[in-house]
Nanobody, 123 residues
């Protein structure tokens, strides 16, 4: 079984930056597509960003395109989400996800989920 653990969440002012990390267990991390989803209070969970197993392809939600960057370090078995120019509407619990298949924007495609980390952006 694969375990994912997010870290790096916190409180930041609008316009600021935050970097989330997701540490993964398992021997096949380098072949896994990884994704980030978020859920704000009273809202449905939504796709944020994803990266292919080889790092060659990335997807972003329109709402974060140009502000967020997803990357991975297979040697450290870690995926990152760099968040810049943060807005109050980015406030949510952010979840790291993984799957042993192709990159996807669909939450049901992902087999492994972290516990989530809270990001709060104040105005």
């Amino acid at each position: 079984q694969v375990q994912l653990v997010e870290s790096g969440g916190g409180l930041v002012q609008a316009g600021g930056s935050l970097r989330l990390s997701c540490a993964a267990s398992g021997r096949t991390f380098s072949t896994y597509a990884m994704g980030w989803f978020r859920q704000a209070p009273g809202k449905e969970r939504e796709f944020v960003a994803a990266i292919s197993g080889n790092g060659g392809t990335t997807y972003y939600a329109d709402s974060v395109e140009g502000r967020f960057t997803v990357s991975r370090d297979d040697a450290k078995k870690t995926v990152y989400l760099q968040m810049n120019s943060l807005k109050p509407e980015d406030t949510a619990v952010y979840y790291c996800t993984g799957r042993g298949g192709w990159i996807s924007t669909a939450e049901h495609a992902y087999d492994y989920w972290g516990q989530g980390t809270q990001v709060t952006v104040s105005s």
